[in-house]
């Protein structure tokens, strides 16, 4: 007995023991073939040493989502749970907004007005359609600080499939840079060129109110380099990352030996420039037309020895944003989305952190740019669609071209490049040169160093109403949101990430959906195969087993 005693009190120990431990010690496996559940590395240093809590409130629950969604919300609840296992105070709600009736009308106005603006699905669920509200998106807050996390990932042309693909595939990148905004304070400084007519702060507003949540912002005037030159280039490396948008007078050599020394001393830059003077709004005149003439910005040289060279042509395709234009006279006129092939929609298929997955961008009479051989890394960024031509200047541009039928065979100059990133150790412009001045410490190769140029300056520019700028990429006219923003913000990420955050964009997740359409039509089958089918083997082994029994036991 008391054997049995010691070995019950034994085992009974032992549980305690092993429970003891692996409610403290346990072990999280990821056996999918994409690593969807593997939080990045980058991702767990950002959330790795918070010490309170991150509240985290998920408005993507209801009950009449569409299967597809039901999906995102799985898969962001089961992402969730990632992070809360790498630290505790990740604590996060699903929350319906819409579950009472009596609220939700108000929680509408509130959520919105907050810019968690609702999502209209069409849901087509055994062969009938409805319509139901979403609103898909999370608050994340941390010490009286909150953000935005959008769960969505647009992308024109996308299926309701497809944009949840889209948006899991962005799902850890979307929370991971959330929190980084919580957490990590800002330290990377980005000077904004002034000095050579670049577009004007209204214009560029929206975008830089963007970057402000994760860089100091300031503008940087190159008018004094003339007179004290050193300083202004001593102040100017006090930069991590400079931004040219769309300058239009052109760059003295004094200006130039101080971008390139900047260059040379590890600087990032971010030029968004035009070889061609045209804009679209010199075309609303009496007679529609203006001419595209070849702007000097005295650049070709800067950009030659760094391996690119922006060519003074048009780009014009079939793969394009419309333009708007009011057809018709007086109160009789209509605003109508006409074919317009000087606004060119750019992608890339590359699995590159900036472009991968994102929407197609927007660009208005954008050149074309060459890449050369040098010792500089290239990586084409976005080209234009297949049927491309190149147009080249002075030419004369008319709105009549709206009216006209193009010809495909005419657009045969395939995929043309309108961005690209550059990356290396840079030869300076100036070596076994005479330079306009002299200078403390000149460089002739650069520290390892990024820069991204970009074959079109409208590219960053958003559009004012009543003085008001609006969101980049919107088209207020169609409805329809471009990529621009995010491909700038991608762009800026990229040349100044210490922290691998943008990497995370790489990751590529498959999600397989179920065929909704033969799911309808094969209903009745697979009910009578999963209920009936086991009911009639059942009954079959019931009868063969009594026949069996009877013949074996009968006699």
């Known amino acids: 007995m008391n054997k049995k005693v ?9 549980l305690i023991l092993v429970n003891a431990v692996s409610s403290n010690v346990y072990k999280r496996f990821d056996l999918t073939e994409d690593h969807r559940y593997t939080l990045s590395e980058a991702a767990i240093q950002i959330i790795d040493n918070v010490e309170s809590p991150i509240i985290v409130d998920v408005f993507l629950k209801g009950d009449d989502f569409p299967s597809e969604f039901r999906r995102l919300q799985n898969e ?20 319906n907004p819409l579950e009472d009736e009596s609220t939700r009308e108000r929680n509408i106005q509130q959520l919105t ?29 941390y010490n009286e600080q909150t953000v935005i996390i959008p769960l969505i990932k647009n992308k024109i042309g996308a299926s309701q499939q497809e944009l949840v693909t889209n948006s899991v595939q962005h799902l850890e990148y979307a ?33 830089i109110k963007k970057l402000g949540e994760y860089y100091f912002i300031a503008p940087f005037t190159l008018d004094s380099v003339s007179n004290h030159p050193q300083k202004s280039l001593k102040e100017l490396n006090d930069f991590d990352l400079i931004i040219a948008a769309k300058p239009t007078e052109a ?47 005295n650049l070709t040289d800067f950009f030659f020895k760094y391996g690119v060279r922006i060519n003074p042509v048009i780009t014009s395709t079939l793969y394009s944003a419309p333009i708007t234009l009011a057809i018709g006279e007086g109160s009789n006129s209509q605003f109508q989305n006409l074919r317009w092939p000087y606004s060119p929609l750019a992608s890339n298929n590359s699995n590159h952190p900036i472009v991968n997955n994102l929407n197609l961008v927007r660009f208005d009479f954008a050149n074309q740019i060459d890449t050369l051989k040098n010792d500089v890394s290239k990586t084409i960024l976005l080209e234009s669609a297949p049927l491309t031509k190149l147009e080249g200047t002075p030419r004369e541009i008319s709105l009549d071209l709206v009216t006209k039928e193009q010809d495909p065979s005419l657009f045969n100059k ?114 009578l195969i999963n209920i009936a089918l086991p009911l009639v083997l059942l009954a079959i082994f019931g009868f063969t087993y009594n026949y069996v029994r009877k013949k074996k036991y009968g006699a």
Do not use: C
């Open 113 to 141: 007005a907050r810019g968690l603006t609702p999502m209209q699905l069409s849901v087509q669920e055994s062969g009938k359609t409805s319509q139901a509200v979403i609103f898909p998106w999370a608050l994340a807050s």
């Open 6 to 14: 010691k070995y019950t009190v034994g085992f009974i120990v032992g």
């Open 414 to 527: 395939g995929n043309q490049t309108l961005a690209v990133l550059l990356e290396g150790e840079f030869p300076s412009v100036y070596s076994n040169r005479i330079k306009p001045f002299k200078l403390q410490q000149e460089k002739d190769i650069s520290v390892p160093t990024k820069m991204i140029v970009i074959a079109d300056g409208d590219v960053i520019k958003n559009d004012v109403v009543r003085g008001a700028p609006q969101e980049l990429g919107f088209d207020r006219w169609t409805g329809q949101q471009y990529g621009n923003k995010e491909f700038l913000l991608n762009a800026v990420n990229y040349l100044l990430d210490d922290s691998g955050l943008i990497n995370i964009r790489s990751k590529r997740i498959d999600v397989a959906f179920l065929n909704q359409q033969k799911i309808a039509a094969e209903k009745t089958k697979w009910q």
């Open 251 to 297: 760059f003295s050599e004094q200006e130039k030996l101080v971008l390139d020394q900047y260059t040379m001393n590890g600087g990032k830059s971010l030029w968004m420039v035009d070889a061609v003077i045209m804009e679209k709004d010199s075309l609303y005149n009496d007679t529609g037309t203006n001419f595209a003439v070849t702007r000097d910005l």
């Open 76 to 95: 962001t609840k089961q992402l969730l749970e990632e992070f809360a296992a790498e630290n505790s105070n990740i604590v996060f709600n699903f929350i």
């Open 175 to 207: 929370f991971a840079d959330g929190f980084k905004k919580l957490v990590s304070p800002k330290h990377q400084k980005i000077a904004v060129l002034k000095g050579n007519k670049e577009l004007e702060d209204k214009y560029i507003a929206d975008f």
